[in-house]
């Protein structure tokens, strides 16, 4: 699962995969965002823990890892 997170004030966003599915991502950023003072916490494919808080939440885009083609081929 990939997952692109968009901080306020920052230039740039935050890309990870995750191996969570996309609901368990769904419910962790809408728990961050219920709770006083809270912070989303995702854990990447190599287990690196990414905290944010939740009030510095641009946006949060979820999306299916997309299978890289190699070769040449009619699509």
Known sequence: MEVKIGVQ???RELVLESAQSAD???KAVSEALKAD???LTLVDEKGRRILVPADKLA???IAESEQRRVGFGAM
């Open 9 to 11: 004030y920052a230039s």
């Open 24 to 26: 368990e991502v769904a």
């Open 37 to 39: 003072l809270g912070v």
């Open 59 to 61: 946006y949060v885009e």
